[in-house]
């Protein structure tokens, strides 16, 4: 996909110095940068790059002034970072604008699909489905019975939605999710043999929300487990059954969130962190990485450590333990004068 200098200057509302014919097909760092790609300055540090770079266009603040002359095509704007950043987003909507549908697929006859949508190649949508509008299911992905989406949502492929789960609008699912799957929920039997318990609940995902490739969230055992407008997450989180998690709370990578804990609204949880079951966690909450939670947390407490306790604490603990080598060799000495002042 080929575009000219002018028309991206269109989009950005900026001006072109140079060549307004000049065509780029790709996007580069501006050191990296190659014929037929576009790159951008923002980064006083990469200034020098402006007049050896090989890109063919670049974006530039319109305040910033040459020092020499350079051969590359230029679009001046108000802000190059921003409008860089503009470009990405409409960049990658084009990429992703993709219609119709791909076959072979599966569509159960009392699905319902809305106007404007993609369906991928070996996609399948069981019965009593509901799909908004404008919403792109991308190849391999599974689609169970009397599961509800809402408009211009994205599945991208390979993800498995389990029965009975309702999603929001504008909602972001990526490769490998596994949405629905049974809840850790077992008992042992007089044999000590561990039995499944059901779990004949569901998970709600509302608006605005974004999963991150890998991830789990499983079913509820009973009623939901509720992922709260806006919620962000990374790759490879785990989701227990019956977990709620509030509005506007990101999550990071490699997060396990034991069943039945309540976290709150704008939370901001670190990667590989640990979190037990049947706890709650405040509004506001922060949760440093690879911190084991393993009690509840107030609102807008910041922990770290395992198991996790208030974060200047933590520092202030870290310098003693690191010092600890010192203190036991210093005790060791005062411990070996001692000895020989009673021996003589």
Known sequence: ?????????????????????E??????????????????LSNPKYIPHIYTTNASVAIIDKSF???KETAITLIKVDNAYKSFSKLLSFYNEVKNNKEGRETPHFIAESASIGANGYLGAFSYIGENVSIGDNVKIYPNTYIGDNTIIGDECVIYAGVKIYSETKIGNHCKIH????????????TPDANGHFKAVPQIGNVIIEDHVDIGSGSTIDRATLGSTVIRQGVKLDNQIQIAHNVEIGKDTVIAAQTGIAG????GKNCMIGGQVGIVGHITIGNGAKIQAQSGVTKSIKD????QGTPAFNYNDFNKSYIHFRNLPKFIASLSDIKKEFNTQKEN
């Open 300 to 303: 807008n407490e910041v922990v």
């Open 65 to 67: 002034i040459l020092e």
């Open 23 to 40: 065509e780029v097909s790709k996007l580069s760092k501006i050191e990296e940068g190659e014929k037929g790609s576009l790159t951008f």
């Open 1 to 21: 996909m080929k575009f000219k200098a002018q028309q991206i200057a269109d989009i950005l509302e900026g001006e072109v110095e140079g060549n307004p014919n």
């Open 260 to 263: 039945s804990t309540k976290i």
């Open 175 to 186: 490769s490998g999710c596994i949405i629905g799957s049974d809840g850790f929920g077992f």
